[in-house]
Every structure is written in C-alpha cells, then in structure tokens.
C-alpha cells in the first residue's frame, strides 16, 4: 500500500511558552520563576571533555536560564590531585559572566562538595538506543541541550575517587547547600535533579531537604536505560555510562534548601559481572514553581494500522493540569500525562505537543512528529550550488563567512568563502550517491597563511570523513604548508607549498580500482601520483565536508584556515589537459560529470532543510500544492533546498509491507 503524506509546516524547535494564569494574578502572585543550575568539572586542560555550558534549551529551560557553576577538579593526570573540594558561588540579577546568567529577581548562594568531578558519555535523547550514550571523545556537533547538561557531574564519594580501591573508596558524597530562596521565590516551588555517571547500572535515590523545617524528600531515577557494560576494574560488577531525570519533590517554601545523595553501593563476584553497581552522582538541578515540560514526547516512525504511545513530562507545584495537542488543536479527553493511538489512520499523522498549566502558568512541550512527514525548517546561510546540468545541491554554511573578492596582488578571484578554523564552521553537503563514483575529481581554489596547529593531519579542505582518517577521501593543507591527499586506498603529499597567501588552483584525482591511485595537480601542473595498494570502496552516503572535518580523538583535523572560491567535484577523473584548461580559463569542462560547483558569486541565502523518517521514500515537489508532483533525483535527507517556481511544496512516497507494530514515544523517563 502507498501512502504520500503531505508535510506540516513547523519549527522543529518549539519554545516553551510560561505565562502567569489569571488565578494566580487574583492571588497577588507575581513572582513565577524557573531557575537551573549546571555542575561543571575542569579535566585536567583538556577542553574536550571540561564545562560544556548549556547553549541550547535543556529539560524545558533556555539557555539563558542556567547557571553553569564553576568547574571542579576532576583529579586526573596532571590536575591537582584528587582531593574532597568544596567550592561556592553567588547568583544574583547583576550576575552575566563566567557562564552565570541574572536570576529574575533575588540572590541566591550556592556552596557544594563533593570528592571530584568527572565527564559521562550519556547522551540521554541525544545519544543512540538503548544504553544513548557513545565511547570516546564528545560526539560534535552537540546533539541536544539535555547531553551538555549529562556530561559532567559530580562523585558520588564510592565509584573512582579519592582512595579508591577496585573503584570503591567510601568517601563523603555530594552536598549542595542553597541560601537565599525566599529572595527569588514568593511562591512554593518544587525540585528536580538530573544525575549522569561514568560507572552507573541504575542511580540510586536522592535526598531533597528543607534545611530550616528539617524535613526531607527523597526522589528517585525511574526507568534509566540499561548501560553498556565498559567493565570495572575488578569485572565484578557492571560499569556503564548512564544517566536520568529523577521524580520531582513535594511542594516545598523554605530559604535554605539542601540536597544529597543516598549512599550508592556496588558489589559482586566473578566475571563476568554478577553484581550491582548504583550511583549516587548529581550533574544538575531545576527549581520552578511555574510547569517546565522537562522530558518532551519523542518523534514516533509509525505507519497505518500502527499503535502509538506518546508520554511527556512536566514538573511544578501541584495540581498540574494537561492536554494533548495535535497540530496546536486540543484533543478532545487527552488530559493526562501519556497519550494513546490504538491504530495510526492517516488523520491521525501529524504534529503532538502537551500543554501542562498550573496556578502559576503553563507551559508547552516541544513537538513530537507521529507517522512521518517532511519537517520543513527555515535556516539561513545556504550556499547555492550552481553546476548546470546535474541535480542541485546547495550546502550549509556553519560559520564561514562571504566576501565580495579577494586579492593576493597578483590574481583577484570574485566571491569567495573565508573559513575561521573555528569548530562546526565548515560547509555541509548532504551525503548522496552523487558522489559515490569509483572515479572523482575534487577541485578548488585556496588562499592561506598556514595551519592552527591543532590536529594531528592538518586543515581539513574538502572532503568526505569516514570512519577514520586513513578511510576518509580528504584533502588537507598539512601544518608544513603543502597540500595531503588522503584515499583509503592511497595517500600522497604535494611537493609545492602553499602557505603563501597566493591563489592557488588545487586537483585532485582519484581511481579506486587496485589499478588505479591518486594524482594531484598544483596551478594546473601534476605535482605527484600514487598508486593504490589494493582496490577500496566509495564512501557511500557521506556527506561532503568543505572547510572542515568531524573526524575526532586520535583521527583528528584541524579545520581549515584560509579562503576557499570555485570548488567542484566530478564524478570522473579529469585529464592533465582538462586541469591545465581550467587553470588558464576557469571554463567548465564536462558538466555532464559535475556533480556540484559552488561558485560563491553570491552571499549565501536562506532557504528550508527538509527532513524526513522513512528509509526508501522518494521526495517530491510541486509547483503548486495539488500538483503535479515530481521525484526529486536521489534526494536523502537532511536536504537543503532554496525555493524555486518549479519547487514550492515538497511531500514524498514510500511503499509500507510489514505487519502492524507497536512504538512508545518515550522508552525511559531521563
């Protein structure tokens, strides 16, 4: 059966709105607010894996409203040692620096201790199923607000610390000690934690206490994923990195506010491992009395016929009130926490939030796609491909920036891209079987002064990262000043330098059978060829990286410093004449075989980023909302696009044969 499922026109990031309810206006009550605050650590100046400040929102929270603390010590390598630290600091309405943000009202003081900080690679959402977390250095880009929250977080005071002993020491566990709440809260408020740790099967619960009334609330992690087993140092016990989002505390209206943990243990025997291992750590909390939606319903990849289990979670004082929405329109009797379709018609894809409302205001999740649409999101700086005779594949600029020409005092090239070498600052071309040809020619013009010396290959130019380095088919200029082209079959460096600030014309070649190799021309003259060591396969599906590399740890590039004009890849090799026309004319050659050019005459524009669910659907596009609908050639998603007369409206087809199935939007509470 076919279905073709129209899009929905949405953000795909949806601001939660909290305002004051008329009830609480009639109260005399003014003075709602959210405050969140991150634990940081500082490994050992090494800014891979230290801070993360919260850039993007987090468990319903903007960035503007977290107060990222200052970095404890983590005790590793050449740090100070590992020690019990205690550290303080104040957050007030004047606070703006040091990744503190101004408190809406009031002044806050905050003390903690705890024996060391550590770095978790949980990823909560952000990660993949079904332990969502990663080994090795922090994934780039950052995939959510919620996993720069998880990836610090303080000892528990038993796994890995001070004194330890097959990573249990028995040292003091965390303490966090608030002061000056009645300053910023006129109303009761409520508390939750979120918790992370490098060494967790399930966390342990945790203690909320009003220090003045001397009364305590314990919360617990329900539901945290299962970790993977990275092994302890005995293997008698499980040790995996995890994290959740714990229960939220009894409605509380007190100035001095204190929270710890129970004390986590761990223990077993043999390998592999029979015991238990709980963690008592803690990577961040949230006070509110207004609702936050802290854990929002997931994108369901259901079909006709499917069941459907969407859930959301909110905190704020009690009652709490909720309903379901589809499309923003309210849906009739769904007024509680979890929302149930027994069997998706095709009425029922579409676009779920949930809004939760208290006497304080309300507040609304972000948008859950049910069924699969193509997610239309507006973004700019889209740099516009303009080969002529192959489909269109205009990239994402991430930081690059345009200029009008450039001037080396001997060639001026006219439009032109100037890369920062700053992280994520690289064009982005969605991967496509375009590219994947056993032969290729990457071509371009570079202007630089050299490399930052930050990686271990050099700056990365044009490219596409595989897996690591030495499988990745990459260009990059080597911190020596000559030009590396990398194969996973070959690799070969240029004799010519090119760190000279001068236009250089670089080609590069490419043969993947075990008969072919790499060549590589400079200003239209071969520089040097290499052959392959045996033949290799294309890099199918990776997306064409210009100006920079996800490549990370050991395998790492730098991102390229300098300027880039006239960049193209062909789906052939290109001959010596060809290359040498090219450099004397800058003329086109072949353009049945040019896959993609990217000229820079103009500033980069905006335009939309389509996405979609399904694997083998086809999208489409008309000029008009009822038609005629055409295929768009090989189009994978996420894919870029700049509106046009003939490309106005976008669905796509896809054939659907396996039996009814069940999907829960939210597997585990974080």
Not at 87 to 93: D, F, G, N, R, Y
């Amino acid at each position: 059966m076919k279905n073709q499922l129209r899009s929905f026109r949405h953000s795909r990031f949806k601001k939660s709105a909290c305002t004051v309810s008329a009830a609480a206006l009639m109260l005399g009550v003014s003075h709602a607010a959210t405050v969140a605050m991150h634990f940081q650590e500082h490994y050992c100046g090494d800014n891979r894996y230290s801070g993360y400040p919260v850039t993007m929102t987090a468990f319903g929270v903007p960035p503007s409203g977290w107060q990222n603390l200052t970095p404890m010590e983590t005790g590793y390598s050449s740090c100070n040692p590992m020690q019990n630290y205690t550290l303080t600091q104040t957050v007030s309405t004047n606070t703006s620096t040091g990744g503190l943000n101004p408190l809406p009202h009031g002044t806050l003081n905050v003390t903690w201790s705890a024996n060391g900080a550590n770095f978790s690679g949980f990823a909560g959402y952000g990660g993949n199923a079904p332990s969502y977390a990663y080994d090795g250095p922090p994934p780039v880009p950052l995939p959510t607000g919620e996993w720069q929250i998880y990836s610090t977080f303080l000892r528990d005071g038993v796994n890995f610390g001070v004194g330890e002993s097959c990573g249990d020491n028995n040292q003091p566990g965390y303490l966090v000690d608030i002061t000056g709440l009645h300053s910023v809260f006129s109303n009761p408020f409520v508390v939750e934690l979120i918790a992370a740790s490098d060494s967790m099967q399930t966390l342990t619960n945790a203690f909320i206490i009003d220090a003045t009334a001397n009364t305590t609330n314990s919360v617990t992690y329900p539901s945290t994923p299962f970790p993977f087993d990275e092994g302890s140092t005995c293997n008698q016990w499980l040790r995996g990195h995890g994290g959740g989002l714990s229960t939220f505390s009894a409605a509380m209206n007190t100035d001095h506010l204190q929270i710890m943990s129970n004390h986590p243990q761990h223990g077993g025997t043999g390998g592999p491992p029979s015991g238990y291992d709980r963690a008592g750590t803690i990577s961040g909390f949230i006070i509110t009395d207004k609702p936050v939606v802290t854990m929002s319903p997931q994108p369901v990849l259901a079909y006709l016929g499917d069941s459907v289990a969407l859930s959301a979670y909110a905190i704020g004082v009690p009652p709490l009130f909720y309903q379901w929405r589809r499309n923003a329109v309210a849906i009739p009797g769904a007024t509680t926490t979890s929302l149930s379709i027994a069997s998706l018609k095709s009425g029922d894809v579409g676009n779920y939030d949930m809004v939760v409302s208290n006497a304080y205001g309300s507040a609304t999740s972000k948008a859950a796609v049910v069924g699969d649409t193509v997610e239309e999101m507006i973004i700019t700086n889209l740099v516009v491909d303009s080969n002529p005779a192959n489909v269109e594949r205009d990239g994402l600029n991430n930081g690059a920036t345009w200029l009008a020409s450039s001037s080396d005092g001997t060639k001026t090239r006219s439009g032109v891209m100037e890369f920062p070498a700053t992280n994520n600052s690289a064009i982005v071309v969605t991967g496509t079987s375009n590219f994947d040809s056993a032969t290729g020619t990457i071509m371009f013009w570079m202007r630089s002064s050299g490399t930052t010396g930050n990686g271990n290959f050099g700056g990365a130019i044009v490219g596409r990262p595989g897996g690591s380095f030495t499988g990745s088919l990459m260009v990059l200029e080597t911190d020596s000043g000559n030009v590396l082209f990398n194969t996973p079959g070959a690799q070969l460096t240029s004799a010519a330098n090119v760190a000279d600030n001068n236009w250089h014309l670089i080609v590069a070649t490419y043969d993947s059978s075990s008969a072919g190799g790499a060549s590589m021309y400079i200003d239209g003259v071969l520089d040097s060829t290499n052959g392959n060591g045996g033949a290799w396969s294309a890099l199918a599906g990776q997306q064409l990286q210009i100006g920079g590399s996800s490549l990370s740890g050991n395998q790492a590039t730098e991102n390229y410093l300098g300027q880039l004009d006239d960049v193209r890849f062909y789906n052939r090799e290109l001959s010596a004449v060809e290359v040498a026309n090219v450099f004397a004319t800058s003329g086109l050659i072949d353009t049945n075989a040019l896959q993609l050019q990217f000229t820079f005459n103009t500033a980069p524009v905006s335009g939309l980023s389509l996405s979609w669910q399904t694997s083998g659907s086809v999208l489409q596009s008309a000029p008009a909302v009822n038609g005629t609908y055409s295929d768009v050639n090989a189009a994978i998603s996420p894919y870029y696009v700049i509106p046009k007369a003939t490309q106005k409206f976008f669905r796509f087809r896809f054939t659907h044969t396996q039996p009814p199935q069940s999907f829960v939007s939210n597997p585990y509470l974080m």
